[in-house]
């Protein structure tokens, strides 16, 4: 059974930095582009970055460039979100999500963890 898991979420306040992990079973996360998204109340799960198989491209949206930055260890199977100088903007349940293509939509990946609340207080 595929199962991914995020943890590393919580409260910090505006400058904080927080860092954001995603595990995997069932699942080898080398075989995978892997993407975070995240989830603000009454909004659609958005874009926030994602990286090849390898490691070697990354892609960020625009309103967390400078500030995040992803990256995985494949041989503990783990992807990784460093978020700094968060916003309260930045509010959200983040999730990870796998598949096969360098991709910002939703729909381009399959499986999907349950996500990590990330709050940011100004």
């Known amino acids: 059974q595929v199962q991914l898991v995020e943890s590393g979420g919580g409260s910090v306040q505006a400058g904080g930095s927080l860092r954001l992990s995603c595990a995997a079973s069932?699942?080898?996360?080398?075989?995978?582009?892997i993407g975070w998204f995240r989830q603000a109340p009454g909004k659609e799960r958005a874009f926030v970055s994602a990286?090849?198989?390898?490691?070697?491209?990354?892609y960020y949206a625009d309103s967390v460039k400078g500030r995040f930055t992803i990256s995985r260890d494949n041989a503990k199977n783990m992807v990784y979100l460093q978020m700094n100088s968060l916003k309260p903007e930045d509010t959200a349940v983040y999730h990870c999500?796998?598949?096969?293509?360098?991709?910002?939509?939703?729909?381009?990946?399959?499986?999907w963890g349950q996500g990590t609340q990330v709050t940011v207080s100004s």
């Open positions: 999500g796998d598949g096969g293509v360098f991709s910002t939509r939703r729909t381009d990946y399959d499986y």
């Open positions: 990286i090849t198989q390898s490691g070697g491209n990354t």
């Open positions: 069932g699942r080898i996360l080398s075989r995978y582009v």
